[in-house]
T-cell receptor, first 116, second 112 residues
Framework: EAGVAQSPRYKIIEKRQSVAFWCNPI?????LYWYQQILGQGPKLLIQ????????DSQLPKDRFSAERLKGVDSTLKIQPAKLEDSAVYLC??????????????FGQGTRLTVV | KQEVTQIPAALSVPEGENLVLNCSFT??????LQWFRQDPGKGLTSLLL?????REQTSGRLNASLDKSSGRSTLYIAASQPGDSATYLC???????????FGPGTRLSVLP
């Protein structure tokens, strides 16, 4: 089966600019996650969707970050305006609906963002 | 709030050694625990998933154990190879559909 697809793989922007990331989860996976991974640290959840509804966005900096999952499939994560501390790898993951099977999570290759 | 730690932070071993990576979590009310591998500049590859009712899972040279009551999991790698060099992350998921909480990872180097 196809894995989680993310684009772009790399992005360099200046501070105060905006940027958007795209994720296409594994077919049939109702749950989608966006994680932020700063160099040398474990990933930290930004937002979790179940279909097109938000389950958890408690750690999303809502003054600058936004995410949507229209139609419950693809998702986009946007940062506007970007700050230097947003430099990180942004990982998208998906799993089956909560309560189904093993709910194993599968991750994409990530988008490496550098803010200069 | 769930917190996950991993020891050691980094490990360097000669090829062929058996090794153990440790993961500890503060809240034992977990749904499952997953071990991942991350190569430099890459995403996360799932290695093993252990449900809360299980004690261990095995895949090839990898064996993961879970002791929920003590809040610990170990990843055992047998006969290590240079290709095993990567960062290993553990992540736990709570009982109520919560997201995965990750540890900081163990950076493993296996020397030829």
């Amino acid at each position: 089966e196809a894995g989680v697809a993310q684009s772009p793989r790399y992005k360099i922007i200046e501070k105060r600019q905006s940027v958007a990331f795209w994720c296409n989860p594994i077919s049939g996976h109702a749950t989608l996650y966006w994680y932020q991974q700063i160099l040398g640290q474990g990933p930290k959840l930004l937002i979790q969707f179940q279909n097109n509804g938000v389950v958890d966005d408690s750690q999303l900096p809502k003054d600058r970050f936004s995410a949507e999952r229209l139609k419950g499939v693809d998702s986009t994560l946007k940062i506007q305006p970007a700050k230097l501390e947003d430099s990180a790898v942004y990982l998208c993951a998906s799993s089956l609906r909560w309560g189904e099977a093993s709910t194993e999570a599968f991750f994409g290759q990530g988008t490496r963002l550098t803010v200069v | 709030k769930q917190e996950v730690t991993q020891i050691p932070a980094a490990l360097s071993v000669p090829e062929g050694e058996n090794l153990v990576l440790n993961c500890s979590f503060t809240d034992s009310a977990i749904y499952n625990l997953q071990w991942f591998r991350q190569d430099p500049g890459k995403g996360l590859t799932s290695l093993l998933l252990i449900q809360s009712s299980q004690r261990e899972q095995t895949s090839g040279r990898l064996n993961a154990s879970l002791d929920k009551s003590s809040g610990r999991s170990t990843l055992y790698i047998a006969a290590s190879q240079p290709g095993d060099s990567a960062t290993y992350l553990c992540a736990v998921r709570g009982n109520y559909g919560q997201n995965f909480v990750f540890g900081p990872g163990t950076r493993l180097s296996v020397l030829p």
